[in-house]
């Protein structure tokens, strides 16, 4: 198998997932804006979207697939088949009591991430949450399809179904809403709707990928099955390991919710506001972080089982410098340039200025931690190639009370911008305090040349920075929105400017970006 072409592969579909997700937003900007409904939708959202990370993409994952692969290889087939029915069958009773409880407990779960909303919001919230809740059950489904296919080699439909989610809410959010405005209901909930449509289909597209491959979960619809399911040792070691893993991905949940519930209590739309930011921070992740992350864990466990040091730290260098190059680029330009681009994606319809303004600041808070949320996906896989879970989750409990720590002080000081400032030092720390622990070990050692390269970068960011300052002060980025093509225009040559100017600054310097392919 050739590990870059995969891993480009998924990195691919991520982005696509990611512009998908992006228009997505552009459209619930442009119906609802930052609004009491378009809050109340993303807190009822968060609530099984964050179960799914938890139980379904985050801990059950962690826990069955490395299984799955172990008994695959050493059992054969017919085992391998025993296992993924058992653990099917409990997954699927799990699943009908956590919808059941979460639909009567709405609720109760939606004043814990969103007691600051009006009246209003909480209940149309408690309506969208009951709706949406079988979407958790769904996409639990989903993770135990993709971790078959992942193990059989079949990476193409895992990584290509989250655009189906987007898709589905594009589609009822344009489709849907008018119609049920019209008929006296709140036209958010078309996005409800779509959140649901898209679970089913995401579901739907692996069953044809699992009868390709010979292996469809069958599920135990009784009682006396469930029993049976119980009892198979694969159910036990599954359980057993997905303790530690819900530590380490509830961190990061927590965090979440501690991040919404503040922000209900901010101001109306300072939610959306967070999460209108939280998609332009999303962008450089999905193109750098994502691949990183796919391409330096399986080699970063190839030289530790074979001893060789060098090629492990050299392998984390390169990340890094990567991270640095690419980067640091993008941070300063979320920082200088927040509101040209919230204004070119956003700023229509629904979505005023204000909100622009709001978002901006939200957006030049993700941008300061940029660059530790970056380097964490190089420095954590450091950990998980050696086969410790432990440092990392430690080290993110104790960035989680120091986030919050760092809200106390900032959010009174500049409002929702200061929850992802929070997040952003953070990352900062976290990645440091990752660093000092791969140094300490003795994995890493950086090689030769720092100095010059980060002196040649740091120029160049400063004089596409500079540039993209001018432009944010000179144009007035509002009032171009009369018409739409024209800052479309604008935007473009702007960024395509910045990025002439950074690349031609760093060839200048003699830095060319050749050297860091070759040692790809």
């Given at each position: 198998?050739?590990?870059?072409?995969?891993?480009?592969?998924?990195?691919?579909?991520?982005?696509?997932?990611?512009?998908?997700?992006?228009?997505?937003?552009?459209?619930?900007?442009?119906?609802?804006?930052?609004?009491?409904?378009?809050?109340?939708?993303?807190?009822?959202?968060?609530?099984?979207?964050m179960l799914r990370r938890l139980f379904a993409e985050g801990a059950f994952s962690q826990a069955f697939v490395p299984l799955l692969a172990a008994t695959r290889a050493k059992d054969g087939e017919a085992v391998t088949h025993a296992?993924?029915?058992?653990?099917?069958?409990?997954?699927?009773?799990?699943?009908?009591?956590?919808?059941?409880?979460?639909?009567?407990?709405?609720?109760?779960?939606?004043?814990?991430?969103?007691?600051?909303?009006?009246?209003?919001?909480?209940?149309?919230?408690?309506?969208?949450?009951?709706?949406?809740?079988?979407?958790?059950?769904?996409?639990?489904?989903?993770?135990?399809?993709?971790?078959?296919?992942?193990?059989?080699?079949?990476?193409?439909?895992?990584?290509?179904?989250?655009?189906?989610?987007?898709?589905?809410?594009?589609?009822?959010?344009?489709?849907?809403?008018?119609?049920?405005?019209?008929?006296?209901?709140?036209?958010?909930?078309?996005?409800?709707?779509?959140?649901?449509?898209?679970?089913?289909?995401?579901?739907?597209?692996?069953?044809?990928?699992?009868?390709?491959?010979?292996?469809?979960?069958?599920?135990?619809?009784?009682?006396?099955?469930?029993?049976?399911?119980?009892?198979?040792?694969?159910?036990?070691?599954?359980?057993?390991?997905?303790?530690?893993?819900?530590?380490?991905?509830?961190?990061?949940?927590?965090?979440?919710?501690?991040?919404?519930?503040?922000?209900?209590?901010?101001?109306?739309?300072?939610?959306?506001?967070?999460?209108?930011?939280?998609?332009?921070?999303?962008?450089?992740?999905?193109?750098?972080?994502?691949?990183?992350?796919?391409?330096?864990?399986?080699?970063?466990?190839?030289?530790?089982?074979?001893?060789?040091?060098?090629?492990?730290?050299?392998?984390?260098?390169?990340?890094?410098?990567?991270?640095?190059?690419?980067?640091?680029?993008?941070?300063?330009?979320?920082?200088?340039?927040?509101?040209?681009?919230?204004?070119?994606?956003?700023?229509?319809?629904?979505?005023?200025?204000?909100?622009?303004?709001?978002?901006?600041?939200?957006?030049?808070?993700?941008?300061?931690?940029?660059?530790?949320?970056?380097?964490?996906?190089?420095?954590?896989?450091?950990?998980?190639?050696?086969?410790?879970?432990?440092?990392?989750?430690?080290?993110?409990?104790?960035?989680?009370?120091?986030?919050?720590?760092?809200?106390?002080?900032?959010?009174?000081?500049?409002?929702?911008?200061?929850?992802?400032?929070?997040?952003?030092?953070?990352?900062?720390?976290?990645?440091?305090?990752?660093?000092?622990?791969?140094?300490?070990?003795?994995?890493?050692?950086?090689?030769?040349?720092?100095?010059?390269?980060?002196?040649?970068?740091?120029?160049?960011?400063?004089?596409?920075?500079?540039?993209?300052?001018?432009?944010?002060?000179?144009?007035?980025?509002?009032?171009?929105?009369?018409?739409?093509?024209?800052?479309?225009?604008?935007?473009?040559?702007?960024?395509?400017?910045?990025?002439?100017?950074?690349?031609?600054?760093?060839?200048?310097?003699?830095?060319?970006?050749?050297?860091?392919?070759?040692?790809?």
């Amino acid at each position: 198998m050739n590990l870059l072409r995969t891993a480009s592969l998924i990195s691919a579909l991520t982005l696509a997932s990611r512009i998908t997700g992006l228009v997505r937003e552009q459209m619930t900007a442009a119906l609802f804006g930052a609004s009491i409904y378009s809050d109340a939708f993303l807190v009822a959202f968060r609530i099984p979207n964050m179960l799914r990370r938890l139980f379904a993409e985050g801990a059950f994952s962690q826990a069955f697939v490395p299984l799955l692969a172990a008994t695959r290889a050493k059992d054969g087939e017919a085992v391998t088949h025993a296992l993924i029915d058992a653990v099917a069958t409990v997954l699927l009773w799990a699943l009908l009591a956590t919808c059941i409880v979460g639909v009567l407990g709405a609720p109760l779960l939606v004043w814990l991430l969103g007691s600051g909303m009006p009246t209003e919001g909480r209940e149309a919230s408690v309506v969208m949450t009951r709706w949406m809740f079988p979407y958790i059950g769904c996409m639990s489904l989903v993770a135990l399809s993709a971790g078959i296919l992942n193990t059989w080699g079949r990476f193409l439909v895992p990584a290509a179904t989250p655009v189906l989610l987007n898709l589905s809410m594009i589609g009822l959010g344009y489709g849907l809403a008018p119609v049920m405005a019209r008929h006296g209901f709140p036209s958010i909930y078309a996005l409800a709707l779509g959140v649901v449509l898209g679970g089913g289909l995401q579901m739907a597209v692996q069953l044809p990928a699992l009868k390709r491959i010979g292996v469809v979960p069958q599920f135990g619809l009784t009682l006396r099955k469930l029993r049976q399911a119980v009892t198979h040792p694969g159910v036990g070691a599954v359980l057993k390991k997905m303790g530690p893993a819900l530590v380490g991905v509830g961190v990061a949940q927590l965090s979440l919710v501690i991040n919404t519930q503040i922000s209900s209590h901010i101001a109306v739309g300072a939610t959306s506001w967070l999460n209108y930011a939280d998609r332009l921070m999303e962008f450089p992740m999905a193109l750098l972080g994502v691949a990183l992350g796919a391409l330096l864990t399986p080699q970063l466990s190839a030289a530790q089982a074979v001893g060789d040091r060098a090629r492990y730290s050299g392998m984390l260098d390169w990340g890094l410098r990567l991270v640095l190059v690419f980067g640091l680029p993008c941070a300063v330009a979320l920082v200088v340039f927040a509101d040209p681009l919230v204004a070119v994606l956003y700023h229509r319809r629904a979505f005023h200025a204000v909100d622009v303004a709001q978002t901006g600041q939200a957006v030049m808070g993700w941008g300061v931690g940029l660059m530790g949320l970056l380097a964490v996906k190089v420095l954590a896989p450091g950990f998980y190639a050696r086969q410790d879970m432990r440092t990392p989750v430690r080290i993110a409990v104790g960035v989680l009370i120091l986030t919050q720590l760092f809200n106390l002080v900032l959010v009174p000081w500049v409002g929702v911008a200061g929850l992802a400032l929070s997040i952003g030092l953070g990352a900062i720390v976290n990645a440091l305090w990752l660093l000092r622990g791969l140094r300490k070990l003795g994995s890493y050692s950086p090689e030769a040349g720092w100095w010059g390269l980060t002196g040649k970068v740091l120029v160049a960011s400063a004089a596409m920075g500079g540039l993209q300052y001018l432009l944010a002060q000179r144009v007035d980025w509002i009032a171009l929105g009369k018409t739409e093509g024209l800052r479309a225009l604008w935007m473009a040559g702007s960024l395509g400017a910045s990025a002439v100017i950074y690349f031609a600054v760093l060839a200048v310097f003699g830095l060319r970006l050749r050297q860091f392919m070759r040692r790809a």
